[in-house]
């Protein structure tokens, strides 16, 4: 019987599963998306997750354990330099797993996995602005607050008239 056993072996051995992780997750780093099978997507979102989340805060400890499970200085290097400073406010769900189909050789199920702020197609190529929430119940900054540099940019704007709008 299985009883809350819920970790995918992916049928490999302990040593070859923990270097297929790494190193799917070194390519996920560095590219920012990559194709694979729907268990193997879901197996590395579980693994990678916890370590974007350990690259928010970069000091040499959290460095040294995530380079003890990626063992890549340059993966290492990316993902607290590039990956951290965009989802630096995102409260987890940092990756996205989205099916494209069946692969033609053997017809397994074949998932796309990207990081989520680094796809320009969904957020318009801008950077949304999202309204901020405090997660503790703590005071949390209001909306004016956050919107407060728009009404300035249009104060310092020369105010031109249109003859469509003169008329009316």
């Not at 209001?142 to 407060?148: P, S, T």
């Amino acid at each position: 019987m299985r009883h809350g056993k819920k970790f995918n072996h992916l049928s490999r051995q302990t040593a070859h599963r923990s270097s297929m992780l790494a190193n799917m997750a070194c390519s996920l780093i560095e590219h920012k998306r990559i194709n694979t099978t729907v268990a193997k997507a879901k197996a590395l979102k579980q693994f990678v997750e916890p370590l974007i989340t350990k690259s928010k805060a970069d000091t040499t400890h959290n460095r040294r354990i995530v380079f003890a499970y990626l063992r890549s200085k340059y993966a290492v290097t990316d993902l607290f330099r590039d990956v951290a400073a965009k989802v630096g406010d995102r409260p987890g769900g940092y990756t996205r797993i989205i099916k494209v189909g069946n692969r033609l050789g053997d017809n397994a199920d074949m998932a796309m996995i990207e990081l989520v702020d680094f796809n320009e197609l969904y957020n318009g190529g801008k950077k949304d602005v999202r309204k901020a929430k405090s997660r503790r119940g703590g005071k949390a900054k209001k909306a004016d607050e956050v919107v407060e540099a728009a009404p300035v940019a249009e104060a310092e704007a020369p105010a031109t008239e249109t003859p469509s709008e003169s008329a009316e």
